[in-house]
């Protein structure tokens, strides 16, 4: 299947800064969106799969989701969920059992698309993000082993959503490790061999991590667009020193550093020029995404749809 054409905007990792993330309150979590939802540039949300599209209702985003805004569904908090009880969990899985519960769980989220979809009458999911686990540390996982899940998931119907493979860090020698799935080469190889239209996301923030030199980013986004399958780039920050938001090179979605108003998260490798660099390798052709942590933990709603704010003006700006 063809990437879906890129539309103007930003998809914003919301739930990443939510203030019910802790403590679920409908009235608040729809606050919070309707006021993202008056952000110029905003196109929709990227949205966790951890059990079903909502950790609280199944059903929330079918009567919640803004009028006209589209959506990109991300496994990642699934994944992590299952691995913790499931070492051998994943699409990559050389173990056949703990491939076939990862297949499964993406005919759950084939069915959560199908649902969305038929309630509100329109194609609202652009993409669904994917990952190569298991962890390497944990279990083994295989090329040929992705290549098997991806070859089986591109026979489902999923509503004109693109299936995505999102890129988390591989485990590198002295390098700290957030995830430790497949390489970028592992995976674009299972991608050119399943031959199904698959297509990459980049985390910025991850690959920075992977990587341990965030200027080294937009060389390995340019070697997946030259690859042909890359269709979006996600800005998450990351740290080489201990912040509000953890260790060093902790997985946390800081946001941009600070700009001139002071807006932004200390400590943060994710400059505008880094981020203009990632997005000239990029490409035209891509969709952008933002997904940022909020520090304090219990900073109000205002501040929390201000840094998002600030993110996508950022993300819109390094475009250009």
Known sequence: MPAPSPQPGVYVGAY????????WDPQLERAYLDQIAEIPGVRGLEVPWITSLHAHNRDWYATHLPAGWEMVISQIGGVMHRLTEDPAYGLASADPGGRARAVADVAAIRDDVARLHDVLGRQVVIGVELHSAPASTSARGTTAALTESLR?????????AQILIEHCDERRSGRPTAKGFLSVAEELQAIADGDTGTGMVVNWGRSAIELGDPDLVPEQVRAIRDAG????????????????????????????????????????????????ATLTEAGPHVWCGLKVGCRP???????????????VERVLAARG
Do not use: C, K, M
């Open 229 to 276: 399958v890359l269709a979006g780039v996600v800005f998450s920050g990351v740290a080489d020193v201990a912040t509000d938001y953890g260790p060093a090179w902790a997985d946390a979605h800081p946001s941009f550093s600070p700009d001139h108003t002071g807006t932004g998260a200390g400590g943060s490798l994710l400059t505008d020029a880094r981020a203009a």
């Open 152 to 160: 089986e998931i591109a026979a489902w119907d999923f509503g004109g």
């Open 16 to 23: 990443a800064s939510s203030p019910t993330s802790r403590s």
């Open 297 to 311: 933990r219990e900073a109000p709603l205002e501040q929390r749809v201000d840094l998002i704010r600030n993110g």
